[in-house]
């Protein structure tokens, strides 16, 4: 074996910082949701118990869902704009026709899958801003959501409540539910072959193209994802919650793009991770509200720490970022 | 004897257009079996969009392709895979967030199931170890960390990978332009491990030694069209640049160039790359002509945008003191402004001046562009059309004219010329000698040796460092690339 | 029939021809009664619109993931700052006004800082933005109940045979957009850049500037929207902005503006804000519910972006 000329080390050592830079920016969303726990335990302990985390993580599972939902476009380059109106309108068939008239509501949740597919080939084929797109969709959404539940009310089918006031021992069951969508997404975006190609798709569209795979197809794929785990979002969100209303679901729009940039994902290039999407999901439903309270911050400042939760992860990303280059 | 080898490929009248521009014009091809062909052109003559077409990217404006003897009507990127025809692209095509034995993945639809990323990387990384012996690239690096160098190896080895579908033939465009000389060694000595055993390659290459030395045909193209095509042995590198177009310009370029007594002027630039290590730097007076040389990709570039930032402020180890303007060479990507008419996009630059009260003055910016149309011959209508509407040289032109007709002393060109016809070439040239007579510095990247002569003297870069300063008595081609592989220089 | 033609190949006169239409439809339904009257409610409406939309518009023209997502924070903070400041007295109406002003150029300028020193995206950087403008906002304006000086209220309400004074005041200011956008080095350094940000910076465009008075320039816009907005409804609160955000982009792309970036028109945005406001009037009087309403205005909006869309190109 020839011996390494001095270049080719100066290359290995750029390339352990490089590994090391992003294992720090891996480990981040985990320190963040560490140090909300900690907060937390130290404002009040009594939180930090099987009842406490069931209480407080009790809306953490359709944040995560609606997050992974985002996770899923943004994995392509693009942006959804009406998930959170979307998860709303799926809240209300499923307090309505999915109780009333199991078929329909099912046809209705399928179909709207659907026209999520359809959304991601009219975004791709016209070569469409997913932005402006989406943003259009939100008002549809909404209007829809209105028609079919026109005051708050509704009721969850029973079998949903079920499963999701299910207690299990020793561990709550949002926990296990976090760490059961974590897995399961983690397995079909990161390890399946075609999870590989989908994330190609972000990364470097033009080179998906050249290899032979379909670019329509890789964007309905990840558009029709979002469209799955927004109904499941909506669904566990009327599960817990037990009816709806039109604008339940308004917030997790942001919510859901601020779980994916706090879980390490970020806007271009494919580079996003379920894990740390579910994390930062987690984060956000703890620092929402039962952190700030124990904090005794007011209501009225609430959303402010949300916005300045984000700044202050962003800015350490571009910390750790700046240190490597 | 030859003609009696088995046909791969056959190419007949192929041509393709980009709006005005005639990329290719009637090309004629034929590749046989177990051969590498040479491919040889200045930059523009048409190759990348020849190679695009054979592997499918690019549909043919018209003509033929037939692959092993039956012609392909519905050629597409997939029909091109699946009959065996792979490339390496000159830019990278690699996902960077995937790693090394994903990327092998999505190169071939049947690594799926369970065990999938075992079988990939063990794919990729026997064929790196059977290329680039020594490599230490592991299948699971994520592409984005690895060096350039590197990525252009992962690049190589993977179009090399076989599982179901066929390899008979594969493109390899520019593949050694980021590879050290060792590794470009390695990768040459595979072709023809790979040509001798009956399959077929295609080699495009800057280096006419590389090609000379491992192609067994040599193909020469110039303005969208094949203008020679022998066996490698009847040609000689003096052979090989005629027939690649410019040996005349070049005798008059030498000529004129010789003949300047130019006044120089004061210093106006010094600048050490950043990683310069010894105390080389390059130094620029007014009135002179400096070229930039060595292979693609060795910090030429970096250090023309680092010159132009210190413009607008303090940087270390440059210092700049006169205004300054930037031909890019990408056009597409760093010179023009596609919505805009030709008269707009040579005024950019000099819009602060054209400022009469508040708003800027229609009068003068057309006055700037015809006064430019002229100098420059821009051949259009019309200086209100929209600048696509103009051929790629012509276009070139009008960001000469931006750079040209601002108020800069010092004029850095980013390989300016690539893709332009020679008569445009020679209108610039001269251009640049008068600008440069009149004190204008130049400073001037090119890949194409011969234009080298215009300069009054050139620095050698390699792996980002100035490593030979070279006076024009001392120009030739061998010592810019000796120079260029030689970091002791 | 050349200069008709000519006319026809301009990208806003089909919002104006849709607001047209809208309008047309409208007034056959009811029988011709209010035609004038719902002009003159439109244009004051519009001019709303117009205000952010312009200022959106220079922010979508400087390139793809610029965006000014805090608007309707910005909107209803700024509305607030100039009710306590005026404090129902005409005498502080100038200062008033200067001080929402500075409240829109102050949100601007910090969506600007987030963006260029943390490197945020825009969307986000805006949206993070918006969030702390919120809780200012909703803590700063709790149960204010200010009424707007009566000369401000008056003025917002003025009209001139039947056109009110603010769609004037919107046109000039959409002039002058235009004339800033063309004929000034800022305008071309926009367009420049959203073309092509590297270009631009290579060809000696100021890109920081550039962006830093974009941004500024459209805070300030919608510092004035509250202001205006405010008096107009006779009071601040916080929702007074929430229509204003998609108002505004829908606007600039309905209005004939490139998403992509580079490419503006500033009539399109009137053009547009008629459209939607008679849109919106029409679906009022043909009776539609509130959910009808909102799914038509939804799909108008997709179904004109698509049509505005090309499709893939080779290249």
């Given at each position: 074996?020839?011996?390494?000329?001095?270049?080719?080390?100066?290359?290995?050592?750029?390339?352990e910082?490089?590994?090391?830079t992003?294992l720090l920016?891996?480990?981040?969303p985990?320190?963040?949701?560490?140090?909300?726990?900690?907060?937390?335990a130290?404002?009040?302990?009594r939180a930090?118990?099987?009842?406490?985390?069931s209480?407080?993580?009790?809306?953490?599972?359709?944040?995560?869902?609606?997050t992974?939902?985002?996770m899923?476009?943004i994995?392509?380059?693009?942006?959804?704009l009406s998930?959170?109106?979307f998860?709303?309108?799926?809240?209300?068939?499923t307090?309505?026709?999915l109780?009333?008239?199991?078929l329909?509501g099912i046809a209705?949740?399928?179909?709207s899958?659907?026209?999520?597919a359809?959304?991601?080939?009219?975004?791709?084929?016209?070569n469409?801003p997913?932005i402006v797109?989406?943003?259009g969709m939100s008002?549809?959404?909404?209007g829809l959501?209105?028609l079919?539940?026109?005051k708050?009310g509704?009721?969850?089918p029973?079998w949903?409540?079920?499963?999701?006031g299910?207690k299990p021992?020793?561990?709550p069951?949002?926990?296990?539910?976090?760490?059961?969508?974590?897995a399961?997404?983690?397995?079909?975006?990161?390890?399946?072959?075609?999870?590989?190609v989908?994330?190609?798709?972000?990364g470097n569209p033009?080179a998906i193209?050249?290899?032979?795979w379909?670019?329509?197809?890789?964007k309905?794929?990840?558009?029709?994802?979002?469209?799955v785990?927004g109904?499941?979002?909506?669904m566990?969100?009327?599960?817990?919650t037990?009816?709806a209303?039109?604008?339940i679901?308004?917030?997790?729009?942001?919510l859901?793009?601020a779980?994916?940039i706090?879980?390490g994902?970020?806007?271009m290039g494919?580079?996003?991770?379920?894990?740390?999407?579910?994390?930062g999901?987690?984060?956000?439903a703890?620092?929402?509200?039962p952190?700030?309270?124990?904090?005794?911050?007011?209501?009225?400042?609430q959303?402010a720490?949300?916005?300045?939760i984000?700044?202050?992860?962003l800015a350490a990303?571009v910390?750790i970022?700046?240190?490597?280059? | 004897?030859?003609?009696?080898r088995?046909i791969l490929v056959?190419?007949?009248g192929?041509?393709k257009?980009?709006g005005a521009?005639?990329a290719?014009d009637?090309?004629?091809?034929?590749?046989?079996?177990?051969?590498?062909?040479g491919?040889?052109?200045?930059?523009?003559?048409?190759?990348s969009t020849?190679?695009n077409i054979?592997?499918?990217t690019?549909?043919?404006g018209?003509?033929?392709?037939?692959?092993?003897?039956?012609?392909?009507?519905?050629?597409?990127?997939?029909r091109?895979l699946?009959?065996?025809?792979?490339?390496v692209f000159?830019?990278?095509s690699?996902c960077?967030?995937l790693?090394?034995?994903?990327?092998t993945?999505i190169n071939h639809?049947s690594?799926?199931?369970?065990?999938?990323?075992?079988?990939?990387?063990?794919?990729?990384?026997?064929?790196?170890?059977?290329?680039?012996?020594g490599h230490s690239?592991?299948?699971s690096?994520i592409?984005g960390?690895?060096?350039i160098g590197?990525?252009?190896?992962?690049e190589?080895?993977?179009a090399?990978?076989v599982?179901?579908?066929?390899?008979d033939?594969?493109?390899l465009?520019?593949?050694t332009?980021?590879?050290?000389?060792?590794?470009?060694g390695?990768?040459?000595?595979?072709?023809?491990?790979?040509?001798?055993?009956?399959?077929?390659?295609?080699?495009i290459?800057?280096?006419l030694?590389e090609?000379?030395?491992?192609?067994d045909?040599?193909v020469?193209?110039r303005?969208g069209?094949v203008?020679?095509?022998?066996?490698a042995?009847?040609?000689?590198r003096?052979k090989?640049v005629?027939s690649m177009?410019?040996?005349?310009?070049?005798?008059?370029v030498?000529?004129?160039?010789?003949?300047?007594?130019r006044?120089?002027?004061p210093?106006?630039?010094?600048a050490r790359?950043a990683?310069?290590?010894?105390d080389?730097?390059?130094?620029?007076?007014s009135g002179?002509?400096i070229?930039?040389?060595?292979?693609?990709?060795?910090g030429q570039?970096?250090?023309l945008?680092?010159?132009f930032e210190a413009a607008?402020?303090?940087?270390?180890?440059i210092?700049v003191?006169?205004?300054?303007?930037?031909?890019?060479g990408?056009?597409?990507?760093?010179?023009?402004?596609?919505q805009?008419s030709?008269?707009r996009?040579?005024?950019?630059r000099?819009i602060?001046r054209?400022v009469?009260?508040m708003?800027?003055?229609?009068?003068?910016?057309?006055?700037?562009?015809?006064?430019?149309?002229?100098?420059?011959?821009?051949r259009?209508?019309d200086?209100?059309?929209n600048?696509?509407s103009?051929?790629g040289?012509n276009?070139?032109?009008?960001?000469f004219?931006r750079?040209?007709?601002?108020?800069?002393r010092?004029i850095l060109?980013?390989?300016?010329?690539?893709?332009?016809d020679?008569?445009?070439?020679?209108?610039?040239?001269?251009?640049?000698?008068?600008?440069a007579?009149?004190g204008?510095?130049?400073?001037?990247y090119?890949t194409?040796?011969?234009?080298?002569?215009?300069?009054?003297?050139?620095?050698?870069?390699?792996g980002g460092?100035i490593?030979?300063?070279?006076?024009r008595?001392?120009?030739t081609?061998?010592?810019v690339?000796?120079?260029?592989?030689?970091?002791a220089? | 029939m050349?200069?008709?033609?000519?006319l026809?190949?301009?990208?806003?006169i089909w919002?104006f021809?849709g607001?047209?239409?809208?309008?047309a439809a409208?007034?056959a339904?009811?029988g011709?009664?209010?035609g004038?009257?719902m002009?003159?409610?439109?244009l004051?409406?519009?001019?709303f619109?117009?205000?952010?939309?312009?200022?959106q518009?220079?922010?979508?023209?400087?390139?793809?993931?610029?965006?000014d997502?805090?608007?309707?924070?910005?909107?209803g903070?700024?509305?607030?700052?100039?009710m306590k400041?005026?404090?129902g007295s005409?005498s502080m109406?100038?200062?008033g006004l200067?001080?929402?002003?500075?409240s829109g150029?102050?949100?601007?300028?910090?969506?600007?800082l987030?963006i260029r020193a943390l490197?945020?995206?825009?969307?986000?950087?805006?949206?993070?933005?918006?969030?702390i403008?919120?809780?200012?906002?909703i803590?700063?304006?709790?149960?204010l109940?200010i009424?707007?000086?009566p000369?401000f209220a008056?003025f917002?309400n003025l009209?001139?045979?039947?056109?009110?004074?603010l769609a004037i005041?919107?046109?000039v200011?959409a002039?002058?957009a235009a004339?800033?956008?063309?004929r000034?080095v800022y305008?071309?350094s926009?367009?420049?850049?959203?073309?092509?940000?590297?270009?631009a910076?290579?060809?000696?465009v100021?890109?920081h500037r550039?962006?830093?008075i974009?941004?500024?320039?459209?805070?300030?816009?919608?510092g004035?929207?509250?202001?205006?907005?405010?008096?107009?409804f006779?009071g601040?609160?916080?929702?007074?902005?929430n229509?204003?955000?998609?108002?505004?982009?829908?606007?600039?792309?309905i209005g004939?503006t490139?998403?992509a970036?580079g490419?503006?028109?500033?009539?399109?945005?009137?053009?547009?804000a008629?459209?939607l406001?008679?849109?919106l009037?029409?679906l009022?009087t043909f009776?539609?519910?509130?959910g009808?309403?909102?799914?038509?205005?939804g799909?108008?909006?997709v179904?004109?972006?698509?049509a505005?869309?090309?499709p893939?190109t080779e290249r």
């Amino acid at each position: 074996m020839p011996a390494l000329p001095p270049a080719n080390a100066a290359n290995y050592s750029a390339r352990e910082t490089a590994r090391r830079t992003r294992l720090l920016r891996v480990l981040l969303p985990a320190l963040s949701l560490a140090l909300v726990l900690l907060a937390i335990a130290w404002l009040n302990p009594r939180a930090i118990s099987y009842f406490g985390f069931s209480l407080m993580l009790n809306l953490a599972i359709p944040i995560a869902l609606a997050t992974i939902a985002q996770m899923f476009v943004i994995t392509g380059n693009e942006l959804d704009l009406s998930i959170g109106t979307f998860v709303g309108f799926v809240g209300c068939v499923t307090a309505t026709w999915l109780r009333d008239a199991p078929l329909l509501g099912i046809a209705v949740l399928l179909g709207s899958i659907a026209v999520y597919a359809l959304l991601g080939a009219l975004i791709y084929l016209r070569n469409l801003p997913s932005i402006v797109v989406t943003l259009g969709m939100s008002f549809v959404w909404q209007g829809l959501a209105i028609l079919v539940l026109p005051k708050p009310g509704g009721k969850a089918p029973d079998w949903l409540m079920a499963i999701t006031g299910f207690k299990p021992p020793f561990v709550p069951f949002p926990i296990i539910a976090a760490l059961l969508i974590a897995a399961v997404v983690h397995f079909g975006l990161m390890r399946t072959s075609y999870g590989a190609v989908l994330r190609g798709s972000g990364g470097n569209p033009a080179a998906i193209g050249r290899a032979g795979w379909s670019l329509l197809r890789t964007k309905m794929v990840l558009f029709g994802m979002a469209g799955v785990f927004g109904v499941l979002s909506g669904m566990t969100l009327i599960g817990i919650t037990t009816s709806a209303d039109a604008n339940i679901g308004n917030g997790y729009t942001l919510l859901a793009i601020a779980g994916v940039i706090l879980g390490g994902g970020e806007f271009m290039g494919g580079r996003v991770s379920p894990v740390g999407a579910v994390i930062g999901a987690l984060t956000l439903a703890l620092a929402a509200s039962p952190l700030l309270t124990f904090m005794r911050v007011p209501p009225d400042w609430q959303v402010a720490a949300n916005g300045a939760i984000l700044i202050i992860v962003l800015a350490a990303r571009v910390l750790i970022s700046r240190r490597e280059a | 004897m030859v003609d009696a080898r088995t046909i791969l490929v056959k190419l007949e009248g192929v041509e393709k257009h980009f709006g005005a521009v005639r990329a290719l014009d009637g090309v004629d091809l034929n590749i046989f079996a177990g051969e590498c062909v040479g491919l040889v052109g200045h930059n523009g003559a048409g190759k990348s969009t020849l190679m695009n077409i054979l592997t499918g990217t690019l549909a043919t404006g018209a003509g033929t392709i037939s692959i092993s003897g039956s012609v392909e009507d519905r050629y597409s990127v997939s029909r091109a895979l699946a009959l065996g025809i792979r490339c390496v692209f000159q830019e990278l095509s690699l996902c960077p967030n995937l790693s090394v034995a994903e990327n092998t993945r999505i190169n071939h639809p049947s690594l799926k199931g369970i065990g999938w990323q075992r079988k990939a990387a063990a794919l990729i990384a026997q064929k790196l170890d059977e290329i680039f012996p020594g490599h230490s690239i592991d299948p699971s690096d994520i592409v984005g960390d690895l060096s350039i160098g590197r990525r252009q190896m992962v690049e190589v080895a993977r179009a090399f990978t076989v599982t179901d579908a066929p390899l008979d033939l594969v493109i390899l465009d520019e593949p050694t332009s980021s590879l050290d000389s060792h590794t470009a060694g390695q990768l040459l000595d595979f072709v023809r491990r790979f040509v001798g055993s009956g399959k077929s390659c295609i080699l495009i290459s800057h280096l006419l030694g590389e090609v000379l030395g491992n192609a067994d045909r040599i193909v020469v193209m110039r303005d969208g069209k094949v203008v020679a095509a022998d066996r490698a042995a009847v040609f000689d590198r003096d052979k090989l640049v005629t027939s690649m177009g410019g040996a005349a310009a070049r005798e008059k370029v030498a000529a004129e160039a010789a003949k300047g007594t130019r006044e120089i002027g004061p210093i106006c630039v010094k600048a050490r790359p950043a990683r310069q290590r010894d105390d080389m730097q390059l130094v620029a007076r007014s009135g002179e002509i400096i070229g930039l040389a060595g292979l693609a990709g060795n910090g030429q570039t970096d250090l023309l945008l680092a010159i132009f930032e210190a413009a607008g402020g303090s940087r270390s180890g440059i210092e700049v003191t006169a205004p300054l303007a930037l031909v890019a060479g990408d056009r597409q990507s760093d010179g023009i402004f596609p919505q805009w008419s030709i008269a707009r996009n040579i005024g950019i630059r000099s819009i602060e001046r054209m400022v009469r009260g508040m708003l800027i003055s229609s009068r003068r910016e057309a006055e700037l562009a015809s006064r430019w149309q002229e100098r420059i011959k821009i051949r259009t209508p019309d200086m209100n059309n929209n600048i696509l509407s103009l051929s790629g040289g012509n276009q070139q032109k009008a960001l000469f004219a931006r750079a040209l007709g601002s108020d800069a002393r010092i004029i850095l060109m980013d390989d300016p010329m690539r893709g332009v016809d020679i008569g445009t070439k020679l209108d610039v040239y001269d251009l640049i000698r008068e600008e440069a007579d009149s004190g204008r510095t130049f400073l001037w990247y090119t890949t194409e040796t011969e234009e080298l002569d215009n300069c009054d003297h050139v620095y050698v870069f390699h792996g980002g460092r100035i490593v030979a300063n070279l006076s024009r008595d001392e120009l030739t081609e061998e010592k810019v690339i000796q120079s260029s592989f030689d970091e002791a220089v | 029939m050349e200069r008709a033609r000519a006319l026809l190949a301009k990208p806003w006169i089909w919002s104006f021809v849709g607001a047209f239409i809208v309008w047309a439809a409208t007034v056959a339904f009811t029988g011709g009664h209010g035609g004038g009257g719902m002009i003159t409610a439109a244009l004051a409406l519009a001019v709303f619109m117009v205000i952010v939309g312009i200022g959106q518009m220079f922010v979508i023209t400087l390139g793809p993931g610029n965006i000014d997502l805090s608007l309707p924070a910005n909107i209803g903070l700024a509305s607030a700052v100039a009710m306590k400041v005026m404090d129902g007295s005409d005498s502080m109406l100038a200062i008033g006004l200067m001080a929402a002003l500075a409240s829109g150029f102050a949100v601007g300028t910090a969506n600007y800082l987030l963006i260029r020193a943390l490197r945020i995206p825009p969307i986000i950087a805006t949206l993070s933005a918006a969030f702390i403008i919120q809780s200012i906002d909703i803590s700063y304006g709790r149960g204010l109940q200010i009424k707007p000086p009566p000369g401000f209220a008056d003025f917002a309400n003025l009209r001139y045979f039947g056109i009110p004074v603010l769609a004037i005041l919107g046109i000039v200011l959409a002039i002058a957009a235009a004339i800033a956008l063309n004929r000034t080095v800022y305008g071309r350094s926009v367009l420049a850049i959203g073309q092509n940000m590297r270009a631009a910076k290579l060809a000696g465009v100021k890109v920081h500037r550039t962006s830093f008075i974009t941004y500024a320039l459209c805070g300030t816009l919608g510092g004035l929207d509250g202001a205006l907005l405010a008096a107009y409804f006779r009071g601040a609160n916080v929702d007074i902005g929430n229509e204003y955000l998609l108002a505004s982009i829908a606007v600039v792309v309905i209005g004939g503006t490139s998403v992509a970036g580079g490419k503006a028109n500033v009539p399109g945005v009137w053009g547009a804000a008629l459209f939607l406001v008679l849109l919106l009037t029409m679906l009022n009087t043909f009776g539609f519910s509130v959910g009808v309403r909102l799914v038509l205005t939804g799909l108008i909006i997709v179904g004109v972006i698509t049509a505005a869309g090309g499709p893939r190109t080779e290249r």
